[in-house]
DNA sequence: CTGAAAGCGCTAACAG
DNA sequence: CTGTTAGCGCTTTCAG
């Protein structure tokens, strides 16, 4: 039965050197000779010695632990990002230490309070609003953060997101160019930074054709909310065609509109999400939808993230990421549209 | 500016008391005067402090952070259970800490071996093997396991999973009362002990009647694998009921019966999947399932746990929780049928 | 109940 | 390069 916890002590025992010998052979920026390094390494093999992090982290400073706050990983965006930004850190030599943050109010508050006492290395919150109380407790506390998939004004935050103005302002054009005449808009929570720019970009879109939203309703990037949303929509003077803010929201209102209203997609209506989600490739949804470049944000978000953490005096960076409009069956495609 | 750092020793000097009169205030067993406590809150609150969690942990051995291994967040049933968990978890005072296992071989050994760095007070191991040195690995470091939605044959393993035999044979029993005469079945991941429960139990359930499979393909738990198996297995006499052994895979196999060979759910091909994520609900699958009891499961899982990390002599338990079928339009319901 | 003191396992100067 | 010596921030005896 193998010890429970081997210590650097027991190793130094054994190997006949100092416990400080096999802490430097155990530290990256070590410096033993390669003989030591030997000694030290055969003997806490045979004793099964690995370095506790946590130990390491209080007299370093360093826990290489990350802390992710997000909200709801129903939507398929979500748990793809986070296996990617776990894998992204992992390989850099960071783990992540995950934190829900229901919906209630003050919620958040308590889970970065929880997430500060871990000393983690810094945070990443992805769709969460973080108030500037909040985000100033972290400055305070020397704990970098980066918004994921939000943005906010306090231009001392670092954010990552897709350029959804852009993309607001793409799905518009291409509705348009299809020759779309009542275009409705199915949003997402208004106090998600992401919610407002994409809709600011389509309406800007519209703008600049001389067009107007033919239709509003809000669905809260949630699936229920945005059935109710696009049976609103139809209950008088229906579109023919619907920007939704965001591809899981798009799926309940596919359904809504095929199963329910008996529509045709795209015969009676067009359809476009955001997002790119997985599901929105699958010849049930076949969704057409701007893509969030998951694989760059995530590896902007991390390289920002530990760049900050490597040198706090790094300035504040707000990454907006291009996306391009991919192209399904869900929406009428205009005649020789190239993007 | 506040301080980066605010110490125990700190609050003490403010409060006019020792250092470890401010540890016993902010200790769960602690045992202060009221006097004293209100003294050191205060003063605590004006510094803003919090007990440093890993100084803690390093002093205490209670970490009082569980890591969680998960391979991939694709099938939607792991997202809603990492949700879930973390939400158990944390509403228990622990945290979770997130390990990516990779298919690759010899990664999770390295996985293993880094969450034991971090002192966790226990693992979760979900959908993935665990083989018989690592389990030993975490046991020597008196570290319990619980597999989740996994079970294995090493009696000093906990587990939960749902009645995987059981729900096979659940549907073989709806699919032949249905009238179906030629049944297959889609498999996943054969290492899988999911996998090979459900097709056991289905199997059972169609050997009862004096049945046995008209074709079997494997999907390994993949959409596009299972794509495959479904083109496959229509090749040449085509069934007309398969048993999918996940709702991932179903769904997959919905689509390609429906959009690749033109068939008609459940007309021409009744399908039946296991999980019941909620995509499965979603009109456009409208998926009939066995439902796997994910918070069920989580309690479960949270429950053994826990007891074993308080106490570590606690049994290893096989829990294996009953889960319905879940009727829904894409098998045809044999009349008069109920559960 | 409370303070003093000892340590948890480790890293980081500091001399040699 | 190496061992010695201080701590990191905290919990936990141990006297009082």
Redesign the pocket.
């Known amino acids: 039965m193998a010890q429970t ?1 081997v ?3 027991q190793v130094a025992e054994r190997a006949g ?5 096999v ?2 052979v ?2 990256p ?1 070590a ?3 390669p ?2 390094a030997a000694k030290v390494r055969k003997a806490a093999n045979e004793l099964g010695y690995r ?2 992090a946590l ?2 982290a ?3 400073g360093k826990s290489r632990m990350i802390g992710l706050v997000v909200a709801y990983l129903e939507n398929q965006f979500y748990p793809d990002v986070l296996e990617k930004l776990s894998n992204a850190l992992q390989e850099r030599g960071y783990h992540v230490l995950v934190f829900m943050a229901s919906q209630q109010a003050g919620n958040i508050e308590t889970v970065v309070e929880e997430i500060l006492d871990y000393q983690v290395d810094g945070i990443i919150a992805a769709s969460v609003a973080m108030s500037s109380d909040l985000s100033a407790r972290c400055r305070a506390a020397g704990v970098p953060m980066v918004l994921f998939n939000r943005s906010q004004d306090d231009p001392s935050m670092s954010a990552v997101t897709s350029d959804n103005i852009a993309g607001g302002r793409k799905v518009a054009e291409f509705l348009l160019a299809g020759g779309h005449q009542k275009i409705g808009y199915i949003a997402g929570w208004e106090g998600a930074s992401t919610q407002r720019d994409r809709e600011a970009g389509f309406l800007q879109g519209l703008a600049q054709a001389g067009r107007a939203l033919h239709a509003r309703e809000v669905g809260n990037f949630r699936m229920d909310e945005a059935r109710d949303a696009a049976l609103r929509m139809f209950a008088q003077d229906p579109p023919d065609a619907i920007f939704v803010a965001n591809d899981h929201m798009a799926m309940a209102v596919a359904d809504c509109l095929r199963f329910e209203l008996g529509l045709n997609i795209p015969q009676d209506v067009s359809l476009v999400g955001y997002d790119d989600v997985p599901a929105a490739a699958w010849p049930a949804y076949d969704l057409t939808s701007v893509r969030q470049p998951a694989n760059r944000m995530v590896a902007q978000t991390v390289d920002i993230l530990l760049g900050k953490i490597e040198d706090a005096d790094t300035a504040p960076r707000k990454v907006e990421l291009d996306g391009p409009l991919i192209l399904r069956g869900s929406a009428r495609v205009p005649e020789g549209w190239t993007q």
Do not use: L
């Open positions: 916890k210590t650097s002590a050197v100092s416990q400080s010998a802490s430097r155990f530290t920026g410096s033993a000779s003989k030591t370095p506790n130990a390491r209080v007299v370093s």
